[in-house]
């Protein structure tokens, strides 16, 4: 047998198999800082949503909000959740009732979406909104990314301006005109020593702005900058928190004691006990320098320690 006839009866060899070609990965991501906020009545807050392909294949992307709401009340008011960007119009999810919109997106692709969230005017206090926002491939609808945002309504607090030396008259007709109408006013300040306005805590910035008008020795509600209604807790917080009367005395001041046995007399602090707001101070002229402890507002600083 010869070697031709040998290489004859070989079976041939397979081709090669072409290999399939590769399967596209889909992935979306949401950028949505997530936080816990509080929103007085009728306050707006709004959010940057960053939406990124981060799959290797164009994809179509589903955007998907649920509002959860939480509250004592069986038909509590509803908060206004829309967001710009989506599509060219705005989308109006509370009106609408619609929670889903998709838009396409290439490989690598962004769309930026503003997020904007009102709490309502009629809110009552405690009540509460989750807003879920998902992001969903079309291509591999396992491939998605959630965030949420929570929201609970708030009292505000609203400065009313009166006549000067009125404000103790201003703030009783509040009273009595919002427990007529059942506005729904948590506390009324009127500060000592600040004087020409009211301080009132409220759920209801509109109906308190009802029930001050046309009110005798009222000057109306005083409105909040950019986006808030009402005036910041920072501006009040020192009426509620009174700093101590030793607060500015420092040890080594030189004082002046204007009230007491001692008063008159110069002396230097040696001790400041803020629990008590009492000073030990020892008298310059006294024969035999004892210590002496007296009130905190029975001295005036003449000079401070770091002054010397």
């Given at each position: ?80 959740v829309k967001l710009w960007g989506v599509e060219e119009k705005v989308w109006d999810v509370t009106f609408t009732k619609v929670t889903e919109k998709d838009f396409v997106l290439i490989a690598d692709g962004q769309r930026e979406i503003t997020l904007s969230v009102t709490c309502p005017k ?187």
């Amino acid at each position: 047998m010869g070697l031709l006839d040998d290489l004859s009866k070989r079976e041939p060899r397979p081709e090669p198999k072409p290999e399939p070609p590769a399967v596209g990965h889909y992935s979306v991501k949401l950028d949505l800082t997530e936080e816990k906020v509080s929103l007085t009545a009728g306050q707006t807050k709004e959010y940057a949503v960053l939406v990124t392909n981060t799959g290797t294949e164009d994809d179509t992307i589903r955007i998907k909000v649920d509002l959860l709401y939480n509250s004592e009340l069986p038909d509590p008011p509803e908060w206004t959740v829309k967001l710009w960007g989506v599509e060219e119009k705005v989308w109006d999810v509370t009106f609408t009732k619609v929670t889903e919109k998709d838009f396409v997106l290439i490989a690598d692709g962004q769309r930026e979406i503003t997020l904007s969230v009102t709490c309502p005017k009629g809110a009552r206090y405690g009540d509460r909104l989750n807003v879920v926002v998902n992001a969903i491939s079309k291509g591999d609808p396992g491939a998605s990314d959630v965030k949420t945002l929570s929201f609970s309504a708030r009292q505000a607090v609203l400065a009313v301006k009166s006549s000067i030396g009125h404000e103790r008259a201003v703030a009783d007709a509040i009273f009595a005109r919002a427990k007529a109408k059942d506005v729904g006013v948590f506390s009324i300040l009127v500060p000592a020593n600040f004087r020409g306005y009211v301080y009132v805590e409220s759920m209801n910035p509109d109906r308190l702005e009802e029930v001050v008008r046309g009110l005798r020795r009222a000057r109306g509600v005083v409105k909040g900058e950019g986006e808030s209604t009402g005036i910041a807790f920072s501006e009040i917080e020192a009426y509620l928190t009174p700093k101590p009367i030793v607060s500015g005395i420092m040890e080594g001041d030189i004082v002046e004691l204007v009230a007491g046995p001692f008063k008159g007399e110069k002396a230097r602090v040696m001790k400041i006990d803020e629990t008590k707001e009492e000073i030990t101070v020892e008298l310059f002229e006294a024969m035999v320098r004892i210590p002496v402890t007296v009130r905190g507002d029975s001295v005036r600083v003449l000079q401070k320690e770091e002054e010397k």
